[in-house]
DNA sequence: TTGTATAGTTTGACTGCCTAATTAAATGCC
DNA sequence: GGCATTTAATTAGGCAGTCAAACTATACAA
């Protein structure tokens, strides 16, 4: 047929540009030691089921990574009832083939894991941060004390394969360069290569949003899902996005602003200098300042913990005023909780960080005002948990990220 | 070194417990083809180049695709200057491979598109819609005859190899049933298989919104990036949200619900019975709604759409009242726009939609006002574009998924 | 002409995975 | 205890897909 019986002539083609997966799919051999790491101990005939692989095939590459020291066979934990037929061997990862840091820098205190292959901490150590802005030069000698710290913590002689570090601001995972971070002096700094020359070690850096999602995606509730949100509640309010089981960096890499979603038009002054950020009326710079005022500490130059915590007690003493100011901060919390859900509808919404004691915000009613403001008939109300825990999340996260490159290393 | 030397021994494993790609990846057939419909003409060298496969492989791909009867070779266009060496020998689809539909049902019109495998447009067809509420058995009396028509439009002798159908409501792309639709009576209703058994061929179903981010994806602005949003206005407020290249449909398979994110706590009432949904705001009959104060038309019960382009004509005579009440729905729809920029960091949005004729809605103030509302220090504003094409936008973005479908049939 | 640059094909080998047959190691039944 | 049964894992043989390297094809330039 001639093309001119064609109503519209297409030269330029048609269906997306770009490749669809990111660049190809992992090896199997990557495949199978994941899985493997992903159980704890798994036999072959289980690992040929999940992956969709011959017996044959798995025999192979087990077989090749057993001789590259890099999984190990070990006994299968026996079930009540042993079935008939040839009892399956059980494969776990040899958890000494590879040891990384991860460490978290913050303007609090900087902290660091040591994780062995399988996951397994090894050590870990928290070392308080100077509460003044840093040079890059200081910023990289705290992270070589904190690692030092938690390899100290962890025993003698771990040399580890990779490092990732997580800080707070405006990173690009990509470059590796920090573009902006609250507590340092410059900008556009290309933190990852200054490190790496520093450790001679492969460096990775992330957002500490970002590290927190894949905190809960290696080890936390996030790993059985493929598509959830984790917002973290501190100074800030952060969110990590996974989907379709990797972590979404947004455009440029950067970690999403929970924060500085608007939750009414022309509110209250959010420190960014716009007006009605969420973050104006849920972070603890907001409480504080509207503790000054219902308080009457407006005289007193406390520092904000402090201040957070009276405004707490007054609350729970049955001070009215101090309850409205939480209960508003829940509410607002609860729109944009709500937001989220709306525009993603993702499989679970974790709530994290360290300010889990002020539980008037994150209370049964913050819940299920979210799930009152948001709109999805017949459906079931998102999920929303609220995960506590230590200090170490974040450094876990970045451990999760360090792991991941030397199994890239390694595995292949 | 024994267990009992770790701090934490995780018998539990660690990392996803999910497969990160879905399934598998494409196979490099696929890929070759799909690179070639995407260029329109392009000669096995950049094939290689592009999808990093040997030229050998490209050769043996491109003999198969093309004895296949689905790619032909074809003439390059001469570039000015003719470089030395052998000329490339172009390719391109066979578009006469395969013929699929696209339609589209709405309350409004539904509307059918005839494409060829190449993505070129055969014939088209919009016909009324009914307005009032539909059987089931009805939605598929319609579907067929919209099919029919755009066939019947397209020529003779064309059998169509796929179907795909987009609908508003609550869609599961998976399960292709419809959950819930406005202008359907039934609920729950397992409309892909209906259709199926009625046409005798295959079928898939999804949400509108979706369709409009496929045909952004396949067709338009969004094929050259990865990483995009599409907002439509309309009655309501949808999105559709393409994230790696790939269609999000969110945990559900839905599209995802822009209208009803909260910019304002107890703010306008919204249709959906919730306070200060953005849609109860930006949408026609929050417009239309303000309309009856503002311009004394309480009394007439004229349609929507003859109400709001008597608010528009007013507008534009410089009646300062129906002038405020699209700058106020322009400033929140500019908060949503900010909202969907701060939790998803997209490369560009794109507004679409029949409505654009309002164009106090889109102004240049709205852009630059999602920029004002956007914190992202250091950062170029995200883009956001105007997209206005025709009727025939959903019946496209159907036509690309019949397309997708027609594709993984026929190349595998 | 002949040289050179670029595009595309042919050949042979290799990798990775699969099917099918075989071996291994347990239980249950007689 | 011995043997059938059952499930796990391995081995053997083969096929599909890809690549490197050598080769052919087709243009322009000198």
């Not at 958890?95 to 991860?102: E, S």
């Not at 009605?276 to 300042?289: F, I, N, T």
């Not at 609350?315 to 829940?330: C, E, H, Q, W």
């Not at 459906?379 to 200090?391: F, Q």
Request: charged share 20%; aromatic share 4%.
């Amino acid at each position: 047929m001639p093309d001119t019986d064609l109503k519209t002539e297409d030269l330029d083609g048609c269906g997306p540009l770009l490749p669809e997966q990111d660049s190809q799919a992992k090896s199997n051999r990557r495949q199978v030691f994941e899985a493997v790491r992903a159980s704890g101990i798994i036999p072959r005939v289980e690992l040929a089921r999940q992956l969709a692989l011959s017996p044959a095939t798995v025999t192979q590459i087990t077989t090749e990574l057993i001789e590259a020291g890099l999984i190990q066979e070990s006994e299968l934990p026996r079930e009540g009832d042993s079935p008939r037929g040839r009892p399956p061997v059980g494969l776990r990862v040899q958890a000494t083939a590879a040891t990384v840091v991860g460490i978290k820098i913050s303007d609090r205190s900087n902290s660091a894991v040591v994780l062995d292959m399988a996951g397994n901490l090894l050590g870990s150590a928290t070392l308080p941060a100077p509460p003044t802005a840093r040079s890059t030069e200081e910023v990289l000698s705290e992270a070589e004390a904190i690692i030092q710290a938690a390899l100290d913590d962890a025993g003698p002689g771990i040399e580890p394969q990779t490092i990732a570090l997580g800080l707070p601001g405006m990173v690009d995972f990509i470059t590796g360069r920090v573009l902006w971070c609250p507590f340092m002096e410059e900008t556009d700094v290309p933190l990852r290569d200054l490190l790496q020359n520093r450790l001679h070690r492969p460096v990775r850096i992330d957002n500490d949003a970002n590290l927190l999602a894949l905190a809960e995606l290696w080890f936390g509730e996030g790993r059985a899902l493929d598509n959830f949100a984790v917002v973290s509640i501190e100074h800030g309010l952060g969110m990590g996005l996974v989907i379709r089981n990797q972590l979404h960096r947004g455009g440029m890499g950067h970690g999403m602003e929970l924060g500085h979603t608007k939750v009414q038009l022309d509110g209250a002054l959010c420190r960014c200098g716009q007006r009605g950020c969420l973050e104006a009326y849920v972070a603890d710079y907001a409480l504080v300042r509207e503790a000054h005022t219902a308080l009457n500490l407006g005289h007193q130059s406390t520092c904000a913990d402090v201040m957070l915590e009276t405004l707490y007690a007054q609350a729970k003493d049955g001070n009215a005023l101090a309850r409205t100011i939480f209960a508003r901060a829940g509410r607002y919390l609860a729109a944009g909780l709500a937001n989220v859900v709306t525009l993603y509808d993702p499989a679970l919404i974790l709530l994290s960080g360290d300010r889990l004691r002020y539980d008037y915000l994150y209370a049964e009613d913050v819940l299920s005002e979210t799930h009152a403001l948001t709109y999805r008939p017949g459906r079931p109300p998102t999920p929303v948990e609220i995960h506590a825990w230590g200090d170490l999340v974040w450094a876990r996260g970045a451990g999760a990220l360090a792991l991941d490159f030397a199994t890239e290393m390694r595995v292949g």
